[in-house]
């Protein structure tokens, strides 16, 4: 049953964002953005973690408006801060295994932002941490979950994802289990409500 009045676009190439809005009832068209991420991180390298994931969302969200200025455009990026490092997405699978020993043993904090867009601007945006402490599994295990995982690894910063094997990675979460797996769902879904784009 969907719920929602209007269709939203989503300017994300993320399944797990585009489950999480259908399975919450939201109409939604994927569009992936064109901006360019890596230039727009080396513009603004040495900002705060969470400018960091709130400027990604903006230009995302602004990128796919502009070519879409009726829609309402929603984007959402995700940053993993590693005692004030940002780590980004693995390119390897060894990339992926210098970030989990990196993380093996210690807490760090994934920022999720997301944005939304009317006529090429930004008319709402919102962000929430949630921590994370991972255990001090053994290399064995390690070598087991990457070859469990494969290619797959490299799809999510930190080289996991909690709602699969990486939940093994993990002692605690503290936070929002959607800001966890990238987007910060009720709010953006209250906003949607609050705008008529969502029943109420």
Not at 15 to 44: S, W, Y
Not at 101 to 106: E, P
Request: glycine share 6%; charged share 20%; net charge negative.
């Amino acid at each position: 049953m969907m719920l929602s009045r209007t269709q939203i676009i989503l300017a994300s190439t993320s399944v797990t964002r585009r489950e999480m809005l259908e399975n919450a009832g939201a109409k939604v068209v994927v569009k992936p953005p064109t901006i360019d991420e890596d230039t727009v991180k080396q513009a603004i390298a040495g900002s705060d973690p969470a400018d960091v994931a709130m400027i990604l969302a903006h230009a995302k969200a602004i990128s796919v408006s502009e070519t879409n200025p009726s829609a309402l455009v929603v984007a959402a990026d995700q940053v993993l801060n590693l005692d004030g490092r940002i780590l980004s997405k693995p390119r390897t699978k060894n990339d992926a295994r210098d970030q989990l020993l990196d993380l093996r043993g210690r807490s760090h904090v994934l920022i999720s932002a997301v944005a939304c867009a009317k006529d090429g601007a930004v008319v709402w945006s919102h962000d929430d941490e949630a921590t994370l402490i991972m255990r001090n599994f053994t290399t064995d295990f390690l070598g087991a979950y990457l070859a469990a995982l494969d290619d797959d690894v490299t799809q999510t910063v930190g080289g996991y994802r909690l709602e699969g094997l990486g939940a093994q990675l993990f002692t605690r979460v503290e936070g929002d289990h959607f800001t966890v797996l990238g987007l910060p769902l009720l709010p953006l879904l209250d906003y949607l409500r609050q705008e008529n784009v969502l029943l109420t």
